[in-house]
């Protein structure tokens, strides 16, 4: 196994083994049900994500608060965002420490797209 870049090798091993005990207790949970083992995979994979990213409900009021903050100005460009929708993308300036208001600015979409790209994640 090839040494992975932002875990060390001893968490990585960790990581999968965890991995491989849900893998197991999905199938003994659901018995050969698929459409269970497809809504209990579901489950796990949304709260985790709800971990690393807030809700939908936590990030709209954020989006809410950076647009007063910022006066209704893109952090990159300064034009003005988009009064609704998702043309206005909150971006985080330290990935792992979450959408937080010190951590994250409100930006247009296409900016968020360039600057991903500078970054090398596009
Ligand atoms: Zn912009």
């Given amino acids: 196994m090839r040494k992975p ?8 091993v960790w990581a999968d083994e965890v991995l491989q005990q849900i893998r197991t207790q999905l199938r003994d949970r659901s018995g050969g049900d698929t459409l269970v083992l497809h809504h209990l995979r579901r489950r796990i994979v949304k709260n985790l994500g709800y971990d690393e990213k807030s ?14 903050e910022q ?12 009064e ?4 206005a993308v909150l971006d985080r300036e330290v990935a792992h420490l979450g959408y937080t208001d010190a951590n994250v600015r409100l ?11 500078e970054r090398g994640f596009a």
């Fill in 55 to 68: 809700t939908p409900y936590e990030r709209k009021k954020l989006k809410q608060r950076k647009m007063i």
């Fill in 84 to 87: 609704r929708g998702y043309l």
């Fill in 71 to 82: 006066g209704g100005i893109c952090a990159i460009c300064k034009n003005p965002l988009p």
């Fill in 107 to 117: 930006i247009h979409r296409d900016c968020d797209i360039q600057v991903q790209e």
């Fill in 5 to 12: 870049k932002n875990l060390s090798y001893e968490n990585a």
